[in-house]
């Protein structure tokens, strides 16, 4: 049945993405530990949940003031990654 195989090949794509994921999570943890690594999880969760938001037809979006904390966590991992980058 061609909804079965393609329910099947959407399924098999989710689960090299999540596997795909989890390598990129450890490898981060790898470099600058796993609370660093769950920051930057959060964070690039939190900035697709934003993306989402503002896709709409409205003409204005609120963003909440906690926003900052999870930038400014993606934007502090960015820098540690690229100053272990520039020490090796």
Same mark, same amino acid.
């Given at each position: 049945? %061609? !909804?079965? &195989?393609? =329910?099947?090949?959407?399924?098999? &794509?989710?689960l090299i993405e999540a596997k795909a994921?989890?390598?990129?999570?450890?490898?981060? !943890?790898?470099?600058?530990?796993?609370?660093? %690594?769950?920051?930057? #999880?959060?964070?690039?969760?939190?900035?697709?949940?934003?993306?989402? #938001?503002?896709?709409?037809?409205?003409?204005?979006?609120?963003?909440?003031?906690? &926003? =900052?904390?999870?930038?400014?966590?993606?934007?502090?991992?960015?820098? #540690?990654?690229?100053?272990?980058?520039? =020490?090796?």
């Amino acid at each position: 049945n %061609a !909804a079965a &195989a393609i =329910a099947e090949g959407e399924a098999k &794509a989710r689960l090299i993405e999540a596997k795909a994921e989890a390598e990129a999570l450890q490898s981060i !943890a790898d470099v600058v530990g796993k609370e660093a %690594a769950i920051q930057y #999880m959060i964070g690039q969760k939190y900035l697709q949940s934003l993306e989402k #938001m503002a896709d709409g037809k409205a003409t204005k979006t609120f963003i909440p003031y906690e &926003a =900052a904390g999870a930038l400014g966590a993606v934007g502090s991992l960015k820098e #540690m990654l690229n100053g272990d980058k520039s =020490a090796g």
